[in-house]
C-alpha cells in the first residue's frame, strides 16, 4: 500500500472494534477541490486530513460521490507529468476518510465487482478500498459483504486485495477468513505444500503475506514478530503459532494420533 494511504488509513489496523461501536455526530458536507487529482501528494494529504476529522462522519455531495465512484475504477497514474498514486487510490483515500454510510456503500460496490488488476500497481486503489472500511463507526455492518470476498467461492481474484478484505473481515470479528489468512501466511513453505489452495502464488507474495500476519497477530493479541524474509522455519512456526490461537480446536484435532 502507498505511503499516502497508509498514513491517512493507519488508524484502522491499530486496534480492534469496541463492542459498543461509537456513533459519529455528522460534519459539515465537503466538496472535492478542483484540483484534487492533480495536487502534490503532500497537499493532498494536509487536504483530506483538515477535511474530515477523526471525530466526524463527514458526507460528500452527490456530484462529487459520482465522481469518486467513477475514479475509483481509474488506475491511471498520471498526476503532475510524474508517475505518482493511482487515481483510484486518493479516491479510496477521500471516501475512507469520510466514515459516512454512502461513502462505504461506494467502495463495497467496487470490491464486489471483483476486478483483476493488470500489473502490480494497479491494485492499489481496491486494497486501499478494503482497509478504508474498518475505519467506518460499525465496521460489521459494512464488513460483512467483505466474507465472500475473502472465503466464499467466488473470492476476489486478486491476492493483495483479497487479503486485504479479510483482514478488514477479521478487524470486524469475521473469523471464517481465519483459514485463507493462514494460507497465504504459508505461502513458499514446506507445511503450505499440503495446502489446497483456491489462489494462484506469485513470485511476489511479500506484501500479502506480512499483511496476513499482521491481521492474525492483531485478533490474536499477540505482537507481530512474523518475518517476510526469516527463514522457512520460522515463517512455519510462527504461522503454526497463530494457528494455535486462532483455531485451537482444529489444530488440537490435526495433532491428535489416528486411533487403529
Request: hydrophobic share 40%.
Amino acid at each position: 500500500m502507498c505511503v499516502l494511504c497508509s498514513l491517512l488509513l493507519a488508524g484502522c489496523a491499530s486496534t480492534k472494534p469496541s463492542e459498543e461501536p461509537p456513533s459519529l455526530p455528522r460534519g459539515p458536507v465537503v466538496a472535492l477541490p478542483a484540483d484534487w487529482k492533480t495536487s502534490a501528494p503532500a497537499a493532498f494529504e494536509a487536504w483530506v486530513l483538515a477535511s474530515f476529522p477523526e471525530d466526524r462522519a463527514t458526507p460528500l455531495g452527490k456530484d462529487d460521490l459520482r465522481e469518486l465512484q467513477k475514479a475509483l475504477d481509474d488506475v491511471s497514474t498520471a498526476l503532475d507529468g510524474e508517475r505518482r498514486d493511482p487515481l483510484a487510490v486518493r479516491a479510496a483515500v477521500v471516501l475512507g476518510r469520510s466514515r459516512y454510510p454512502t461513502s462505504a456503500s461506494i467502495l463495497i460496490r467496487r470490491l464486489e465487482k471483483r476486478v483483476a488488476g493488470t500489473e502490480r500497481w494497479t491494485d492499489c486503489g481496491d486494497t486501499t478500498a478494503a482497509a478504508a472500511l474498518a475505519r467506518f463507526p460499525d465496521p460489521r455492518r459494512y464488513a460483512q459483504r467483505l466474507v465472500p470476498l475473502a472465503a466464499g467461492p467466488r473470492p476476489h481474484p486478486d491476492l493483495e486485495v483479497r487479503v486485504e478484505c479479510a483482514a478488514t473481515a477479521l478487524f470486524a470479528g469475521f473469523t471464517e477468513v481465519i483459514p485463507f489468512l493462514l494460507q497465504v501466511l504459508r505461502v513458499d513453505t514446506y507445511a503450505g505444500k499440503q495446502d489446497r489452495r483456491d489462489f494462484a502464488v506469485s513470485p511476489s507474495t511479500t506484501w500479502a503475506r506480512a499483511r496476513a500476519a499482521e491481521a492474525l497477530s492483531l485478533y490474536a493479541g499477540v505482537p507481530l514478530t512474523y518475518r517476510c524474509e526469516g527463514s522457512i522455519a520460522h515463517r512455519e512456526e510462527e504461522a503454526a503459532k497463530l494457528e494455535a490461537l486462532l483455531l485451537p480446536a482444529e489444530t488440537a484435532s490435526s495433532a491428535a494420533p489416528v486411533s487403529r
